[in-house]
């Protein structure tokens, strides 16, 4: 994969996706920031990337960032780069679920899973994009969701996330291209993690009788397709969505 000494910003990184990315990331080599806001969670995260350190100047360094703030973010990054140099790939996944039809949905609820899974975005985007394009290269990969693609009932703030992710997408890929920076989104489906732990087992029962490939998806199958998109193998795929969910939506 060639990821070794790069250095990669994961969001949301404490738990579930995020930090089967991160720890995807160290294995491979490489130097890997983790954003998340519990503190004891980040902590139990970074012990648990500690122990998969391939190499021990490697570093691994945890932030309680809530990537909704734009002044938290800015600080965060702008100290990595004194840390790490440059930053060479950034890993959009913080994200959270507020559920409810929107006849019952409140206007906070939507105002702060549109802040946390969308503004957050912007927000990473628009402080490392400067420092991508002096660094003449960089990766940008955005967590969004087939429910971005296809919606779904009860989630109309989530799947306006996570669709509003895929325009962000291909927008900057199209601003960038010529920079040498490749913005890259994913969609994943039914992924096993906290996230998703508490859906009724009937709810899960129908959606896996939707599954061609008859499995939930794990962590690790999002993180190997980010450490594809994050390596030189993936430099000629720009502004796409990436669907990965065992064959749902076709
Ligand atoms: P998860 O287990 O709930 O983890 C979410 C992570 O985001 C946690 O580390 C959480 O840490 C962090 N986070 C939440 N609010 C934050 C904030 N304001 N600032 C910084 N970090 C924050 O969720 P997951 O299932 O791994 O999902 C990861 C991403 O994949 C999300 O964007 C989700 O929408 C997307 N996704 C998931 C599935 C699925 O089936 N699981 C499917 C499609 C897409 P703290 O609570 O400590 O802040």
């Known amino acids: 994969m060639q990821l070794k000494n790069k250095k990669v910003i994961v969001t949301g990184a404490s738990q579930g996706i ?13 130097d890997v920031a983790i954003f998340a806001t519990n503190p004891d969670r980040l902590k139990q995260a970074l012990k ?7 190499d021990q100047n490697q570093k691994i ?3 309680k960032v809530d990537v909704s703030i734009f002044d938290q973010v800015e ?95 291909k927008s900057l890929a199209k601003e960038l291209g010529s920079r040498n920076i490749c913005v890259n989104a994913i969609a994943p489906g039914f992924i096993q993690t906290p996230m998703t732990k508490e859906l009724p087992e009937n709810i899960k029962e129908q959606m896996l009788k939707n ?24 430099d000629y795929i720009t502004g796409q969505t990436i669907t990965i969910d065992g064959g749902m939506v076709t």
């Open 75 to 169: 600080t965060a990054i702008l100290e990595l780069l004194k840390e790490f140099g440059h930053i060479d790939i950034l890993v959009n996944n913080a994200g959270i679920t507020k559920d409810n039809l929107l006849l019952k949905m409140s206007e906070e609820d939507f105002d702060r899973v549109i802040a946390i899974n969308l503004k957050s975005v912007y927000n990473t985007c628009k402080v490392l994009t400067r420092p991508m394009i002096k660094n003449k290269k960089g990766k940008i990969i955005n967590i969004s969701s087939i429910v971005g693609l296809i919606g779904n009932p009860g989630q109309a703030n989530y799947a306006a996330s996570k669709a509003g992710i895929i325009g962000f997408t």
């Open 211 to 234: 599954i061609p490939l008859k499995r939930f998806g794990l962590p690790q199958d999002i993180a190997n397709l980010v450490l594809f998109l994050s390596s030189y193998m993936a």
């Open 18 to 30: 995020g930090k089967a990315i991160a720890q995807a990331f160290v294995k491979q080599g490489s």
């Open 61 to 63: 360094i945890a932030k």
């Open 48 to 54: 648990e990337l500690e122990d998969v350190k391939i």
